[in-house]
């Protein structure tokens, strides 16, 4: 089954319907399937093997989802927050590649290296044949760069089967009632942005894009496009928190938020409980490399671990929830030995959705199935998950590992902080020292003994920070994820 399959049942279901709102532009479901059919009649015409997107997406995106599907040749859409010799450098690696770009990163390239401008794609006084071919379920639809903050970006093949595995196991076709919107915010290279498109159109939701993220404007879309469901990633949230919390406002359509992208402090959670009382909050954890959503927290889950009195059913506010159906989690240990409930080790994925196959490395599965997710993670004895940070991520003091996870959860709760990352810090005499990077909340800045203190009160001496730093902000990818290697490299300079 191809991806351009989803939009076809889509057009033959209600092809007048409204599909996607991008700023002043509004597409019906009959409109996209021939700006579809115009842009794979070009791709197909051209003789390339693969399409390059850069550009902040929009209508843009799902049009070229379906075109290359139906040319039969996958697409990937760039980072555009890098620079020209990166997106280059990226560009360079795909087979014969076709470029689309918006208009403001063509000079990336030069006019003559981009085969189509993002404005020409969706012209509408233009049409083209449809193309024949139906790619194999098995060919790549989608490759995406991982975002290779700490080595060279990583090409994540996904394919037909493992994204519509993903969308038919998720939603039903045509599901949603006839006033729903989703408000799609996330950036176009990010799987979740093409979760969303592809999902939402499945189950009939009308698309608005908001193609560059202001938790302003965010509000303002909600109320103007009556959007009824939406999904951001941490950085957003709370962006959007404290923007309702300084100027509170009425989102009287929205019923459902979720939220997802790295590992989620417990104090952001319950300021969005009391921010957004009247909304269904869903904590939406999964990698590139398994198509979008592993596990979730429901808006059950959120209402009952917020208000229990049971402090192990609390402490699941802080989980990511329960495996989706069709998908398998185990934790190992080292040895690769699955692991009881409680034990802390690396969180393996197996089922459809699942690709774990790199272009340029072939596939990582082991013999089973089971991907590895370098992510340290344990179950409580109800099949909750809690991620405890990236393998990699560990700190090695005086040959004990400590999980950066660990203080960091403890440290968050502390009332005068409002972001930390902890890393470890070359040191002579422990090999590494544990250093806390704190964004203070509003007014004055915390002690640093007081704060060493508050955590010392919750866990062993050896994980109390040996160093507290101070910043403005934490640097982090467009997505939410601390650039930790970034903050190690500024405290070795210090």
């Given at each position: 089954?191809?991806?351009?399959l989803?939009?076809?049942?889509v ?6 319907r ?5 700023g002043?532009?509004?597409?019906s479901?009959g409109?996209?399937?021939?700006l ?23 209508a ?13 040749v ?11 010799a ?10 014969c ?9 063509v ?12 404005d020409e ?8 044949q ?7 379920s ?8 991982t975002?290779g903050?700490t080595a ?12 519509t ?10 599901s949603a009632a006839t006033d729903?919107t989703a408000?799609?915010c996330?950036p ?5 942005g ?6 939402n159109?499945?189950a009939?939701?009308?698309l ?9 404007e ?15 990633v941490?950085t ?5 928190v404290?923007?309702l919390?300084?100027r ?19 104090p952001?959670?319950?300021r969005?409980l ?9 904590n939406a ?9 592993v ?10 671990c917020?208000g229990?009195?049971d402090?192990a059913?609390r402490?699941r506010l802080g989980?990511?929830g329960?495996?989706?159906p ?21 969180l ?8 774990g196959?790199?272009a340029?490395?072939g596939?990582?599965?082991d013999?089973?199935g089971?991907f590895?997710t ?30 950066p996870?660990e ?11 409002r972001?930390v ?9 422990w090999?590494?020292i ?5 964004v ?14 508050f955590?010392?009160g ?14 403005a ?20 300079a210090?």
């Amino acid at each position: 089954m191809s991806i351009s399959l989803l939009l076809e049942r889509v057009v033959g279901d209600q092809p007048d319907r409204t599909v996607i709102v991008d700023g002043d532009r509004r597409l019906s479901a009959g409109q996209l399937s021939r700006l579809v059919d115009r842009a794979a009649a070009v791709l197909a015409a051209s003789g390339c093997r693969h399409v390059a997107y850069v550009g902040t997406g929009g209508a843009t995106l799902p049009v070229l989802l379906f075109a290359a599907a139906r040319a039969g040749v996958p697409i990937s859409p760039l980072n555009y927050r890098l620079g020209a010799a990166s997106l280059r450098d990226l560009v360079d690696r795909l087979d014969c590649p076709f470029v689309v770009a918006d208009a403001e990163y063509v000079h990336h390239f030069g006019a003559a290296a981009v085969g189509m401008s993002s404005d020409e794609l969706l012209a509408t006084d233009t049409t083209g044949q449809l193309t024949s071919g139906v790619p194999d379920s098995e060919s790549v639809a989608v490759m995406l760069f991982t975002s290779g903050t700490t080595a060279r970006p990583k090409a994540v093949e996904l394919t037909h089967r493992n994204l519509t595995s993903f969308v038919t196991g998720t939603v039903e076709f045509a599901s949603a009632a006839t006033d729903e919107t989703a408000l799609i915010c996330v950036p176009p290279y990010h799987i979740a942005g093409v979760a969303a498109a592809l999902s939402n159109l499945y189950a009939g939701r009308r698309l608005v894009y908001l193609r560059q993220f202001d938790p302003a404007e965010w509000v303002r879309l909600v109320n103007a496009e009556s959007v009824t469901t939406t999904g951001v990633v941490l950085t957003m949230l709370e962006r959007i928190v404290s923007t309702l919390e300084s100027r509170p406002t009425r989102l009287p359509t929205l019923r459902d938020l979720s939220y997802g992208g790295s590992m989620v402090p417990v104090p952001l959670v319950r300021r969005a409980l009391t921010a957004l009382p009247d909304v269904d909050l869903v904590n939406a954890y999964g990698l590139t490399e398994t198509s979008s959503t592993v596990s979730i927290l429901t808006p059950e889950d959120h209402r009952l671990c917020s208000g229990s009195t049971d402090e192990a059913v609390r402490r699941r506010l802080g989980s990511v929830g329960r495996p989706v159906p069709g998908i398998e989690i185990q934790i190992r240990d080292a040895d690769g030995t699955p692991l009881p409930a409680g034990r802390t080790g690396e969180l393996f994925v197996r089922g459809r959705r699942v690709s774990g196959r790199y272009a340029e490395l072939g596939s990582v599965l082991d013999p089973a199935g089971w991907f590895a997710t370098k992510d340290l993670a344990h179950v409580d004895d109800a099949g909750y998950l809690f991620l405890c940070g990236r393998s990699d991520d560990t700190i090695i003091r005086g040959g004990e590992n400590i999980a950066p996870a660990e203080i960091e959860a403890v440290l968050v709760e502390h009332p005068r902080v409002r972001q930390v990352a902890v890393v470890g810090a070359d040191d002579a005499e422990w090999g590494q020292i544990v250093v806390a990077v704190v964004v203070a909340a509003d007014g004055p800045t915390p002690d640093p003994a007081e704060l060493r203190e508050f955590v010392r009160g919750t866990l062993r001496g050896s994980r109390t920070p040996d160093r507290i730093v101070f910043r403005a902000e934490l640097p982090t990818t467009p997505t939410g994820k601390v650039l930790r290697r970034q903050l190690i490299d500024e405290l070795s300079a210090t």
